[in-house]
């Protein structure tokens, strides 16, 4: 195990390699923006038994550097920053996972061109922000009541304040975030990275499902997915936020891939089938 900081454009990140070994190297990209790598370290923890696996606090969140300026937040820092990493620690040659947010700046980042990603999984994502809302407000539509209505109406509003709202907004993520319950304490870590976080409140917005930050709301990678060429596996929970529609627009652009959608999950398949989901990510990157 081996941790540091390296230098990015716009400060320092934090980053931890686990395990060892002659296979490929894992670089994980995690969720939010901003949520930082706890909910991810289980995961990478198991998948550490058989590789090397790379966790990284994205600029803004975590422990790393939380510079207070909105300007940062943008698509071509965070790439740039992932080319930093990558060559700081020299994984010149690595496979990638992207979940979430991850999963959008991993398709980003392969749309534009990047070298030296053997194979790919984007995790709970989407190509398109229309896509990932369109959605979110379809799961909304059918949840019980009274969260349905303050969702949509007090939404509507923009009385992100107002503490009805915020209980149905917490209905929603027991429903679609993370099944579990209680959440386990690595989840509970990534909430707290999001509460209040400049990044995720510049780039998306108020919630998971209003994605108002100038950063995301128009972001569309819908057409450019066949320009992804490397292997890729795509996954999702069948009650995810980021809803199975939107993996399989994925996986129907990028020639060749493969997807996998956990029946017991939300947007968390990693946390909540935690052996089904590393098994599923070993064959892959190992077949």
């Given amino acids: 195990m081996s941790e540091g900081f390296i230098d990015v454009p716009g400060g320092r990140v934090w980053y931890e390699t686990l395990g060892g070994g002659d296979r490929t190297p894992l670089l994980t990209l995690h969720g939010g923006p901003g949520a930082g790598h706890d909910y991810i370290r289980p995961f990478a923890e198991r998948l550490a038994e058989t590789r090397p696996v790379v966790l990284y606090d994205q600029l803004g969140c975590g422990r790393s550097e939380q510079p207070d300026d909105p300007s940062l937040w943008t698509f071509d820092r965070f790439v740039a920053e992932?080319?930093?990493v990558r060559a700081a620690l020299d994984l010149g040659t690595c496979d990638l996972f992207g979940q979430s947010w991850g999963g959008w700046l991993a398709i980003e980042y392969l749309c534009r061109g990047a070298t030296g990603i053997r194979r790919a999984i984007l995790a709970s994502t989407s190509a398109s922000t229309a896509q990932f809302t369109a959605e979110a407000r379809r799961l909304i539509e059918v949840m019980d009541e009274p969260a349905r209505s303050t969702l949509i109406d007090l939404g509507a509003r923009g009385a992100y304040d107002d503490p009805a709202y915020g209980e149905a907004v917490l209905e929603f993520y027991r429903l679609h975030l993370c099944r579990l319950a209680?959440?386990?304490e690595?989840?509970?870590?990534?909430?707290?990275?999001l509460d209040g976080n400049q990044v995720?409140?510049?780039?998306?917005?108020p919630t998971e499902f209003d994605v108002i930050g100038e950063a995301l709301r128009g972001w569309d990678r819908s057409a450019n997915l066949g320009a992804i060429r490397v292997p890729t596996l795509v996954t999702c929970g069948r009650h995810d936020e980021i809803t199975p529609a939107c993996s399989q627009t994925i996986t129907?652009?990028?020639?060749g891939a493969r997807m996998v959608v956990f029946e017991e999950s939300a947007h968390c398949a990693h946390l909540?089938?935690?052996e089904a989901y590393a098994d599923a990510v070993v064959a892959f990157l190992d077949g």
Avoid: K, S
Avoid at 186 to 193: E, F, G, I, K, V
Avoid at 200 to 205: A, D, P, R, S, V
Avoid at 252 to 255: A, L, S, V
């Fill in 82 to 84: 992932v080319d930093a």
């Fill in 182 to 184: 209680p959440w386990p």
């Fill in 200 to 205: 995720y409140l510049t780039m998306n917005g």
């Fill in 186 to 193: 690595a989840m509970l870590r990534t909430a707290a990275n």
């Fill in 272 to 274: 909540e089938e935690p």
């Fill in 252 to 255: 129907d652009g990028i020639e």
